[in-house]
């Protein structure tokens, strides 16, 4: 059905025009596609909740075929799905598994410690020794260090900026943050 309305207007004002009209149509789709996704992670129901922004579903099934392919990257990072898939309808899949939990947990967490890290005065590229007191699991680790460029995590640390925040909605936790380089304000 696309590719016959392509070829009807290509026949029709030129192969030029139509390729600049194709161009927005698939960039119209894109969009929408993106604000439904958004809009499915927002709903609510009386069997489920809203997903967090930090938090990722696995699948969003969408119905334009055409489009997903070329977009699904952009897509899945957009509405933060692990997957797009085709299918006859748009949902969200918001089963969550533990890895998908414990992947949203440290996403959420991440960007605890960076608006930390901002609250701090800290730059952008300071590196910083981080205390936690709740446990992160151990194959997450690394991807915490690496985003907010903490060259070790401590347990109890004495450092020269505590905050404390809540983390899934759950517990306090108490982040503490020491800078390793750039400030006189290391412990």
Known sequence: MILRWLNLCIYLIGQKRAKLIWKYLIRWL???????GLALRMQRSESEDQIRSKQPPAVLSTRAKVLVNFYEKIIA????VKAVENGDETWLDKT?????QAEGFV???IRFVQAARKKAGLEVDDRIKLSLNIEVEPE?????????LA???????????????KV???NDDLIREGCVENLK???
């Open 107 to 109: 996403r959420e967490l």
């Open 96 to 100: 969550l598994t533990p890895e998908l």
């Open 30 to 36: 894109y969009c929408e596609i993106i604000t439904e």
């Open 168 to 170: 899934n909605g759950e």
């Open 140 to 148: 997450w680790q690394e991807t915490l260090k690496n985003e907010v």
């Open 151 to 165: 060259v070790e995590l401590v347990e109890d640390g004495n450092f020269a900026y505590d905050e404390i925040v």
């Open 77 to 80: 990072e957009e509405v933060n």
């Open 185 to 187: 304000c290391c412990a």
